[in-house]
Each structure stands twice: as C-alpha cells, then as structure tokens.
C-alpha cells in the first residue's frame, strides 16, 4: 500500500531563516506530487505541482521553490521565510484520479 | 467567483441528525469529484469520491448533477465522531491533474 511522509511535523523559525521541508512517498512510482499550504481557518493553496523528476509547476509566486530530485521525493525550500508563511504545509500525491495527503508540517515563524 | 463554492457554515446539528452539504463548480471542463473531511488540525482524508449515478457508502450518500454543476453529501444519523470540516474537491484533470479545494464547511455534531 502506498504511504506519504513528511518532516517535520511542527517547526518554529525566525524571520529571514531557511526552509527546507521534505516529502516521500512509498509504494508508487511516477505519482505526481503537489505542495499546499492552509493558514490558519482559511482553506488550501496550491504551491506547487509536479508530474515528474525534475519538472515544478508553480501556481502562485513567492518566496518559496520546489525540487524534485528522486520520482518519490519533493521539497519544498525557502531561502529567506517571512512571517506570511506561517502555516500548514501538506504534500500530496497522486496516481489516479484521487489524491492523498500527507500528515502535514506545522510551520510558525517568528 | 471562486472555482468550488460551499455552504459558508458552521453547521451545528444534534446527534442523529441528518445533514445535508452542497457544493458547486464553475469549470464544465471538470471530470473528477470528491469529498474530504479534515480534522481540525490534521491533513484532510479521502471520505468518498462522487460518481454521476450517485453512491452511497453507509450513512453517507454522495450525489452528482454534471447539469447544474452541483455536488452534494448527505450525512444521516449524524454521530459526535463525523465533526468535521467537509470539502468538497474536483478534477479537472489534464496536465498535473488540478485538484481544486472548496473554501470547506465545518460541521459540529453535539450531544
């Protein structure tokens, strides 16, 4: 069966620090894979999509990249975060025409 | 206008209640329909995809009208565990497979 990993679960950063969140699924190949981020109260946005190694569709422009290095592995970067990013971060993949999310990381920053 | 449009909310009903949530969508073009509930402060999950004949999957009952652009769940015998937020999702399909998220519609269940 297929499973989804993130980490961390919750992470707390100043302002002006990196990111680096990491996404890996298991048990499928050539899923694809998408970044969303719901803050508080308010529904998801998509970040980011991908249909393969190498290949991010951006949705929304912002402080934030994607990569995608291995078929099932996807980050989410930031090179300097602002407060505005506080949120959670889910990644999700999909095969089919349903799509799964992972347990999330909880960002705060300060 | 958004893509997905839900019933705003919150919905807060007595146990055994039935509930019903609607949903609508702008893009014709959409192939795929769903429903997820979200825990508060968790990831949503999978409660059931929506076929166009309709289904039902115990207390649940989905249903799809591609004419009006119109989704609904209907929930009976409402228990403390189905509080929630509900959101209803659709495929677009295509490149990257566009899932779009309603705003959701939170539902509490009380006893």
């Known amino acids: 069966s297929q499973t989804i990993h993130q980490w961390p679960a919750t992470l707390v950063q100043p302002v002006g620090s990196p990111l680096s969140l990491e996404c890996t699924v298991e048990g499928t190949s050539n899923p694809n894979l998408y970044w969303y981020r719901q803050a508080a109260g308010r529904g998801l946005q998509l970040l980011f999509y991908?249909?393969?190694?190498?290949?991010i569709s951006s949705e929304v422009p912002q402080n934030l990249s994607a990569s995608r290095p291995q078929d099932r592995q996807f980050i989410l970067s930031s090179k300097k975060l602002l407060l505005s990013d506080s949120g959670f971060y889910l990644c999700?993949?999909?095969?089919?025409?349903?799509?799964?999310f992972g347990p999330g990381t909880r960002l705060t920053v300060l | 206008r958004k893509e997905v449009e839900q019933d705003p909310g919150p919905f807060n009903v007595p146990e055994g209640a039935t509930v019903a949530f609607n949903c609508t969508y702008s893009?014709?073009?959409?192939?795929?329909f769903f429903w997820y509930r979200q825990d508060c402060r968790k990831e949503p999950k999978l409660l059931m995809s929506v076929y166009s004949s309709g289904n039902e999957d115990g207390r649940f009952t989905a249903q799809l009208n591609r004419a009006s652009q119109y989704i609904s769940l209907l929930i009976r015998d409402s228990k403390l565990s189905d509080s929630a937020t509900y959101l209803c999702v659709v495929n677009r399909l295509g490149y990257g497979q566009n899932f779009v998220f309603g705003p959701g519609t939170r539902l509490s269940v009380l006893p």
């Open positions: 999700a993949w999909a095969s089919g025409t349903e799509q799964f």
């Open positions: 991908s249909v393969g190694i190498g290949q």
């Open positions: 893009n014709s073009a959409s192939q795929s």
